[in-house]
């Protein structure tokens, strides 16, 4: 009979370390040096932060306080109750704005709790004013416009609309008029200044005076032309290349260490993992480590590596939930063996090259790391 005394440490806080398979390794003096060299690089804008997904999977109770002391004083999340966790570790006189805005039902909860929503519709724009008028004050609101990704935003005749009626706007106060880049990581794509231009345009025929706010994470790395008075990296702050293509002048924030649940060695014609995609063409030596597609690495990985004492590992056939098996003939016998480690993520090899590996992008990858490690947050100072 087992008698549980106690409950189990919030899966958002880690396991310990005793008992995860893996260690995940979160740097945040590098966040905080990001956020810096971001903030050097738009000295006439405000450098916002954005911590939305609980900080790209990274946990927004440990990195927002790292951000804070480096000097950040505006934060973005996507959702109202993210900004409901956040408030806590940022104090009340940071300013967190919620990308989505409320629902109808969030609305008051929003306002309570000093969020600013960001208004993305006639209908939003019509729930925060009722509530606005109900309570007899003025409520701080951003604007957003769609000027050409078609996901978020009032339309252009949206704001024709707004321009003709002013009063739609009654009892708001417009700190902010923003829009998206959908082609911010394509420096030469013409996408970006027709999407700056059409921001300027819209946002002078809005019966109000606000600041712009355009570039996200690569839109600071386009220049001053896409700065305007606020900039919102989020990627960037944990390492994310900005520019696919050119250096990363950015630290690498994370680092993942997985235990070696076991080795074996395969004869010529043994074949490795479901659907037994892959086959020895001769004599080698395997482990199976402790992560898997659950703790964020594709199942389906292509050219994917994993690191021991400077040596890169092959990932061989496919990934499982909870384990993946690499070729680690090149470590001699004795080196690496069961409860071993291997990085996954290191200085040499990040975020952004396992994206290049599945596919995808270094967001995903971030946002995508599972709960099931053991979480290390370092700072010397």
């Given at each position: 009979?087992?008698?549980?005394?106690?409950?189990?440490?919030?899966?958002?806080?880690?396991?310990?370390?005793?008992?995860?398979?893996?260690?995940?390794?979160?740097?945040?003096?590098?966040?905080?040096?990001n956020y810096r060299l971001l903030r050097a690089r738009?000295?006439?804008?405000?450098?916002?932060?954005?911590?939305?997904?609980?900080?790209?999977?990274?946990?927004?109770?440990?990195?927002?306080?790292?951000?804070?002391?480096?000097?950040?004083?505006?934060?973005?999340?996507?959702?109202?109750?993210?900004?409901?966790?956040?408030?806590?570790?940022?104090?009340?006189?940071?300013?967190?704005?919620?990308?989505?805005?409320?629902?109808?039902?969030?609305?008051?909860?929003?306002?309570?709790?000093?969020?600013?929503?960001?208004?993305?519709?006639?209908?939003?724009?019509?729930?925060?004013?009722?509530?606005?008028?109900?309570?007899?004050?003025?409520?701080?609101?951003?604007?957003?416009?769609?000027?050409?990704?078609?996901?978020?935003?009032?339309?252009?005749?949206?704001?024709?609309?707004?321009?003709?009626?002013?009063?739609?706007?009654?009892?708001?106060?417009?700190?902010?008029?923003?829009?998206?880049?959908?082609?911010?990581?394509?420096?030469?794509?013409?996408?970006?200044?027709?999407?700056?231009?059409?921001?300027?345009?819209?946002?002078?025929?809005?019966?109000?005076?606000?600041?712009?706010?355009?570039?996200?994470?690569?839109?600071?790395?386009?220049?001053?032309?896409?700065?305007?008075?606020?900039?919102?990296?989020?990627?960037?702050?944990?390492?994310?290349?900005?520019?696919?293509?050119?250096?990363?002048?950015?630290?690498?924030?994370?680092?993942?260490?997985?235990?070696?649940?076991?080795?074996?060695?395969?004869?010529?014609?043994?074949?490795?993992?479901?659907?037994?995609?892959?086959?020895?063409?001769?004599?080698?030596?395997?482990?199976?480590?402790?992560?898997?597609?659950?703790?964020?690495?594709?199942?389906?990985?292509?050219?994917?590596?994993?690191?021991?004492?400077?040596?890169?590992?092959?990932?061989?056939?496919?990934?499982?939930?909870?384990?993946?098996?690499?070729d680690i003939s090149a470590i001699p016998p004795g080196?690496?063996?069961?409860?071993?480690?291997?990085?996954?993520?290191?200085?040499?090899?990040?975020?952004?090259?396992?994206?290049?590996?599945?596919?995808?992008?270094?967001?995903?990858?971030?946002?995508?790391?599972?709960?099931?490690?053991?979480?290390?947050?370092?700072?010397?100072a």
């Amino acid at each position: 009979m087992y008698v549980v005394t106690q409950a189990p440490t919030p899966m958002h806080a880690g396991w310990p370390a005793q008992r995860a398979g893996a260690v995940l390794s979160v740097n945040l003096d590098a966040v905080a040096h990001n956020y810096r060299l971001l903030r050097a690089r738009v000295p006439n804008a405000v450098c916002a932060a954005v911590v939305k997904a609980d900080a790209y999977g990274l946990g927004a109770a440990q990195v927002a306080p790292a951000l804070v002391q480096a000097g950040a004083t505006q934060f973005f999340v996507a959702h109202v109750d993210e900004g409901l966790a956040l408030r806590p570790h940022v104090g009340e006189q940071v300013g967190i704005t919620v990308l989505h805005g409320p629902r109808p039902d969030a609305v008051e909860a929003c306002l309570a709790h000093g969020l600013r929503p960001v208004l993305n519709s006639v209908e939003q724009i019509g729930w925060v004013r009722a509530v606005a008028q109900a309570q007899q004050r003025r409520v701080g609101v951003v604007l957003q416009l769609d000027t050409g990704m078609s996901r978020f935003g009032l339309s252009a005749q949206d704001v024709a609309d707004i321009a003709a009626d002013p009063a739609v706007l009654d009892g708001l106060d417009v700190q902010l008029v923003m829009s998206h880049l959908a082609c911010a990581d394509e420096r030469a794509n013409p996408a970006n200044a027709e999407q700056a231009a059409r921001l300027v345009a819209y946002a002078a025929q809005l019966p109000v005076s606000a600041p712009l706010s355009l570039a996200a994470s690569s839109g600071v790395f386009l220049g001053p032309d896409y700065h305007f008075g606020l900039v919102r990296p989020g990627a960037a702050l944990y390492g994310v290349a900005p520019q696919p293509g050119e250096p990363n002048p950015l630290r690498p924030v994370v680092g993942l260490k997985a235990h070696v649940l076991q080795t074996r060695t395969l004869s010529k014609g043994d074949r490795v993992g479901y659907g037994l995609t892959w086959r020895a063409e001769g004599p080698c030596r395997v482990a199976t480590i402790a992560v898997g597609y659950a703790d964020g690495f594709v199942r389906a990985r292509a050219n994917g590596l994993v690191w021991f004492g400077g040596q890169p590992l092959p990932i061989l056939g496919r990934i499982s939930m909870d384990s993946m098996t690499v070729d680690i003939s090149a470590i001699p016998p004795g080196q690496l063996e069961a409860d071993g480690m291997v990085e996954l993520l290191n200085e040499t090899y990040g975020v952004d090259d396992v994206a290049r590996a599945e596919g995808t992008i270094g967001y995903e990858v971030l946002t995508s790391l599972g709960h099931r490690y053991h979480r290390n947050y370092t700072r010397t100072a």
